[in-house]
């Protein structure tokens, strides 16, 4: 258990969760095939967005870093607009990445599920985005 007033880690996370709230254009990082349901990952952080008025758009690029994060600028997109926040969709190790390096925020489905739903703030962390999905039995 943190101690969010103490934990640095828990005050970044909590940053970034006020970075997905202002953003408008989400990049939706697939950094795992092998994980069973991280479609339904990507489509529940596209609904999470369209709530809001959202744009995503989705990148399959195996584990990120920050050059892979780095080659995807505007003009490459096509449009007049840059992704402001990627949400990372992988398994629960490889899910929470320090993203201090990269060019734009890296944050989780929980941590979009509170910028997006208001889904309130609680001592457990969840790090396994099935655990977020509808229809699970095991849903915070």
Do not use: H
């Amino acid at each position: 258990m943190y101690d969010g007033g103490k934990s640095r880690f828990l005050m970044r996370r909590l940053y970034l969760v006020e970075r997905v709230k202002d953003a408008r254009i989400l990049g939706i990082v697939v950094g795992t095939l092998g994980v069973s349901d991280y479609l339904g990952a990507v489509e529940r952080v596209k609904q999470l967005a369209a709530r809001r008025g959202k744009k995503c758009y989705i990148f399959a690029v195996g584990k990120p870093n920050v050059a892979k994060l780095a080659n995807f600028p505007e003009s490459y997109l096509g449009f007049c607009c840059q992704v402001e926040v990627f949400v990372l969709i992988a398994c629960p190790e490889n899910t929470l990445v320090d993203s201090k390096e990269f060019f734009r925020p890296l944050v989780t489905l929980y941590e979009v599920e509170l910028a997006c739903q208001d889904r309130p703030w609680s001592e457990r962390y969840v790090v396994d985005f099935r655990e977020l999905l509808p229809g699970n039995t095991t849903r915070t």
